[in-house]
């Protein structure tokens, strides 16, 4: 099957010499939309699927020049703020272009798998040389499933290597056919509990836990990847009941994420809430005793 590169897809970051999403050097492809609501996420921005307007309230005029130009009437004052409706805006950009602040900014670019790969092979040295690639990521690259599929077989012609980062979250036929193309997947594994893992994410577990059985099945690398979050999933049990799924899967290997406040800032460009605001962040010296749970386990936890 070739590949069209004329296939177009939003991404809101493409990040160049990453040495933590796989093996080797890598450029990881930021997708624009996830299905999923964590309320820890760190990158809030890459939940809406389609472009949007982020605004820095500290840059704001209040000239009002954005809600008078607005073609799709998406803009207003709500309580001293400037509130962007992300569902009516079309994403025209005139508002940023004319800011006199400098206060508003497009958030995602729409882009072919050619454009994409443009960027990503100006490395190719850097991979062949280190063993390192192409990595999806987001967002969820699941959420716009040609595009992934389109680039991650136009990598395959260019002889990347590929890698996901993904939550597992979508249909198994979605998730089979594309990874089928991956070499690598990076199985973000939030809970072990169908029920908690929807209160805090908005969706049940079962879907990401069966599509990580299927790319065992299939002798896929996979390596799940847990984010260590406070009052979610840090207490001895859940390190348990973790291990126990992973035994149950076949995996014995998996990657402990500290809770960090690093997207923090970017909830108040969205103009939205942060569950996590205050909430200190973990490190590894907070969580020895907990990987300890995984070694005596017999699985391989490590930072």
Not at 18 to 46: A, H, M, Q, Y
Request: hydrophobic residues 35%.
């Amino acid at each position: 099957m070739k590949a069209d590169r004329n296939k177009s897809g939003v991404i809101f970051n493409i990040q160049k010499f990453s040495v933590n999403d796989g093996p080797g050097i890598r450029t990881v492809v930021f997708f624009k939309g996830c299905p999923l609501r964590c309320r820890w996420c760190s990158n809030p921005e890459s939940q809406l699927a389609k472009i949007q307007i982020l605004q820095d309230p500290g840059k704001c005029l209040h000239c009002h020049h954005c809600i008078e130009i607005c073609p799709a009437q998406a803009v207003c004052e709500a309580s001293t703020v400037i509130h962007i409706d992300p569902f009516r805006c079309t994403a025209c950009g005139r508002c940023a272009a004319e800011c006199p602040g400098k206060a508003l900014r497009l958030e995602g670019q729409q882009k072919t798998v050619q454009e994409v790969l443009d960027v990503v092979l100006q490395d190719m040295v850097f991979y062949e040389e280190s063993g390192g690639g192409i990595t999806l990521s987001g967002g969820e690259m699941l959420s716009q499933p040609d595009f992934a599929e389109a680039l991650l077989i136009a990598s395959r012609e260019e002889g990347l290597s590929t890698c996901a980062e993904t939550t597992g979250y979508a249909p198994e036929s979605v998730f089979r056919k594309i990874a089928e193309y991956l070499d690598i997947i990076l199985f973000d594994l939030k809970h072990w509990d169908p029920a908690k893992h929807k209160q805090y994410t908005g969706a049940a577990n079962d879907l990401p836990v069966s599509n990580m059985k299927y790319a065992r099945s299939q002798g896929k690398e996979v390596l799940p990847r847990i984010p260590v979050i406070p009052g979610f999933n840090d207490s001895p049990e859940d390190a348990e009941q973790f291990s126990a799924l992973l035994k149950e899967i076949g995996i014995r290997k998996c990657q402990l994420l500290p809770f960090h406040q690093f997207g923090e800032n970017k909830y108040t460009l969205l103009g939205r809430d942060y569950a996590y605001q205050n909430v200190s962040a973990l490190h590894r010296e907070d969580l020895e005793d907990y990987r300890q749970v995984f070694l005596d386990n017999e699985i391989q936890a490590f930072f």
